[in-house]
């Protein structure tokens, strides 16, 4: 099995709903990333986790909350979200090291009225 | 991360081989090359990656110049499924070792 599985994917969400993405791998990785993708742009790293730990914030918001509850399963906690967070949310997985190639998911498309 | 410079998009017909270079004068020795590609409307997908010497896998294969400031990547024979993003990354295998950070990317179209 190596695909990571990410649902819901379509999500569409006002400004003051609380929602969660979640991102499932069962490919023993122990390294789980969150990314960010604007229409016709690259994606954006958000967050690393590694060992479930959070290891990687690149300055993201606090109305984006991460989660690691096991070493399969990641979470992103959404709360007061603006229109401009609309965007596709990507999740990968990777072994971990600099040669290791990640994993990714098809993505969340995240619209936010 | 040291930055790479890609063209914008590049264009090919069908069964031809595809050359998509890459610009990375400021890699340090640590650093090795990855690429990836992303079709519409998937993630990301894994290509290939090398630190010194040319290497090859089913999907495509990587040329590094001798001074590692540019790479190549070498689509043997263009299918339309190879419309895609591609992205050129170096990733540092002595730093944070966890980022893989997107530049723009080359967009590829292929045609029929």
């Known amino acids: 099995d190596t695909e990571v599985t990410q649902t819901p994917k379509h999500l569409v969400m006002g400004m003051t709903n609380k929602k969660s993405l979640k991102c499932e791998q069962h490919m023993g990785h122990r390294a789980m990333y969150w990314y960010k993708q604007k229409a016709k742009k690259p994606p954006e790293l958000m967050f690393v986790?590694?060992?479930?730990?959070?290891?990687i914030n690149e300055s993201v918001p606090s109305r984006f909350s991460p989660e690691c509850p096991n070493s399969s399963l990641l979470n992103l906690h959404l709360h007061a979200l603006q229109p401009e967070d609309s965007a596709l949310y990507l999740c990968?997985?990777?072994?971990?090291?600099?040669?290791?190639?990640?994993?990714f998911g098809s993505g969340t498309q995240l619209s936010v009225l | 991360d040291a930055k790479t410079t890609q063209p914008n998009s590049m264009e090919s017909n069908e069964e031809e081989p595809v050359h998509l270079p890459c610009n990375h004068s400021t890699i340090s020795g640590t650093d090795y090359i990855h690429w990836y590609r992303q079709l519409p409307s998937q993630g990301p997908e894994y290509v290939i990656h090398?630190?010194?010497s040319n290497v090859n896998n089913r999907m495509a294969s990587l040329a590094i110049a001798e001074d590692r400031k540019s790479s190549t990547l070498i689509l043997h024979r263009a299918t339309l499924r190879d419309a895609a993003v591609y992205y050129c990354?170096?990733?540092?295998?002595?730093?944070?070792?966890?980022?893989?950070?997107f530049g723009a990317g080359t967009r590829l179209a292929v045609h029929p």
């Open positions: 990968a997985s990777s072994q971990g090291g600099a040669r290791e190639k990640l994993f």
């Open positions: 090398g630190l010194t």
């Open positions: 986790y590694s060992y479930e730990k959070l290891s």
């Open positions: 990354i170096l990733r540092d295998v002595a730093g944070g070792y966890n980022k893989l950070i």
